[in-house]
Every structure is written in C-alpha cells, then in structure tokens.
C-alpha cells in the first residue's frame, strides 16, 4: 500500500518565488512541493523516498510532474552519455538518510537550477530556433512558437504521466504564476 504526504513546501510558502526562465524561449521550470512517498513494504518495513513536483509551462501550457531524485539523477547518468556538456554540469550530492527540511529546500534550489541548465544543454543550438529575436547563421527570419508536445518530444524525462495526472488531482492541485 502506498501512501503519498505532502511534506515540505520547497517555497517556504512563498509562491512568489520566481521561476526559472530559459532565454526567450517561453519557458519556466518551478521546484517548489517534494511528497514523501511511504509504501509498506511488510508488516514491519517501509519505504520512503521524496517526490519532487516539478512545474513547467511552455508558452502558456502549464503541467506538473513528479520525479523521485534517483531517477533525475539516473537522467542525467543517461543524458550524459549523449551530451558530454551536461557531464560538467553539477548535479546535486545524494544523501539518503539526511529528510531534514533545510536539506531539501537546499537540493530543491540545486534541482532547479540543474535541471534549467540540462533543458539548455540538452535543446542545445536548436533553442534558438525558438527565441524570437536571435538568429543562427543559416536560420529563417521567422522564429518557432515551442509547444508542450514539441517540447516533450524532445525532451521526454518532462512528460506527463498517467500517475504525475492522478496526483495532481488527489492534492487539488492549483497552477501557480510561472
């Protein structure tokens, strides 16, 4: 049985936090609520490990998922092996026993901001096809509107899932300014 708790509010409830926004490109990335996720294991065992909500809107297309820090962490192991410039990118130290409030506000802030650099790396040059006044040589005048689905297929760790829909629905979860 699995039961999911909303634990820490990354923001300190403050959802005036900004953000982080790539370029020009109409899109912001937002780190702000980590579930702690508790499933029984057996009679005398459990398991718990934090989610993180990650908030992304492109071009006005808000959603929300959610992503254990192992498996942004195996993402950029993956990633890494086809970009050798998200390698030098640091990526937050693991600590498992270590749930204390201020350590996860802490490597929330470091998520964030990781995971801002690991959509401009991995978008790469192809970025400005999106930035409406920047231009490489050889590029049309006219700049792409970037959507979520062409978002998403290109970077597909952000898609939505079936289970990333049901927990926004069992939180009552309410889109915030990003």
């Known amino acids: 049985m699995e039961h999911m708790h909303l634990v820490v509010n990354l923001a300190n409830e403050s959802s005036n936090r900004q953000a982080s926004t790539i370029a020009n490109t109409g899109i912001f990335i937002k780190i702000n609520k980590a579930l702690l ?28 998922i959610f992503r254990r820090f192992s498996e942004i962490r195996d993402e950029h192991e993956r990633m890494g092996k086809m970009c050798p410039n998200l390698r030098k990118e640091a990526f937050p130290p693991r600590s498992p026993f270590n749930k ?22 991995v978008l790469g040059e192809s970025l400005y096809q999106f930035m409406p006044n920047a231009k490489m040589p050889g590029q049309s ?35 915030f300014d990003i």
């Not at 718990?48 to 809107?57: F, Q, V």
């Not at 204390?100 to 790396?121: A, C």
């Not at 700049?143 to 049901?166: A, G, P």
Request: aromatic share 16%; hydrophobic share 35%.
């Open 37 to 64: 996720i508790t499933k029984r294991q057996n009679f005398l065992l459990n398991e718990e490990y934090y989610k993180y909500a990650i908030e992304l809107k492109v071009n006005g297309e808000y959603w929300v």
């Open 100 to 121: 204390t409030d201020s350590f996860q506000i802490d490597r929330q802030q470091k998520l964030e901001t990781y995971l801002k650099n690991y959509i401009q790396i």
């Open 141 to 175: 005048d006219q700049s792409m509107k970037m959507t979520k689905s062409l978002f998403c297929e290109r970077l597909i760790f952000f898609q939505e899932t079936t289970e990333d829909k049901l927990n926004v629905q069992k939180l009552g979860w309410k889109s």
